[in-house]
């Protein structure tokens, strides 16, 4: 299944579910579309996110799935040297970084017929041995990460967790793609701080972390 199509199967099921702080499945799903409709990207292309976590990284994610891109998140870390690198090697189509705005169109109509054996992410390697290497994985792969991680941290329908892995990061994505194998809300933590994991583990009730 890919994971347009795995999206609105979430959207059908818990409709009221908050997915994100403040946003519902129902409304994630015409959220992810409205975006998709203003990516302005054909099935396949690049679109590179140079951002922390935040709830825009988490909506760009799953607009990205909606449309049939690659989502390519890069480490808000990396130099312009490094950055740049890493643009030309995706190649990518649209490139959105801190302060631009969300894309906002048309709703998308969704790439639910798209093969779960497309790329759906390309994440790139530390580079410790030479250049970062971007490395894609399919729809089916990561929706089975997702699942994978749902049942290794033991989620429960309606679990809350608190999103500390970066998102350029397969830990990251893992998180997220689970939430919606189990109805659950993903709370995004911009950047480590201590004082402020506390602080939404109490205000959005978190149940798993």
Not at 48 to 63: I, K, M, Q, S
Not at 83 to 106: E, H, S
Request: glycine residues 12%.
């Amino acid at each position: 299944m890919n994971l347009a199509l795995s999206l609105q199967a979430a959207a059908e099921r818990h409709p009221d579910a908050e997915a994100l702080p403040g946003c519902t499945y129902a409304e994630l799903r015409e959220r992810a579309a409205r975006i998709a409709g203003g990516l302005a990207l054909e099935r396949g292309e690049r679109l590179a996110v140079v951002l922390d976590n935040r709830v825009e990284t988490a909506l760009l994610y799953w607009a990205a799935q909606w449309a049939g891109v690659v989502f390519v998140p890069l480490s808000w870390r990396l130099g312009e040297a490094e950055l740049g690198y890493c643009l030309r090697d995706c190649g990518a189509g649209l490139v959105l970084r801190d302060g631009d705005p969300l894309p906002d169109g048309g709703e998308h109509r969704g790439a639910l017929d798209l093969d779960e054996r497309e790329p759906s992410l390309m994440l790139y390697t530390s580079g410790t041995t030479g250049r970062p290497k971007g490395v894609p994985r399919s729809h089916r792969a990561d929706r089975a990460g997702g699942l994978s991680q749902a049942l290794q941290h033991g989620y429960l329908p309606g679990d809350r967790t608190l999103g500390v892995m970066p998102l350029y990061h397969t830990m990251g994505i893992h998180s997220l793609v689970a939430m919606h194998l189990v109805g659950g809300c993903f709370v995004s933590l911009a950047r480590w701080d201590a004082t402020e994991a506390l602080r939404l583990i109490e205000q959005e009730r978190i149940t798993s972390l």
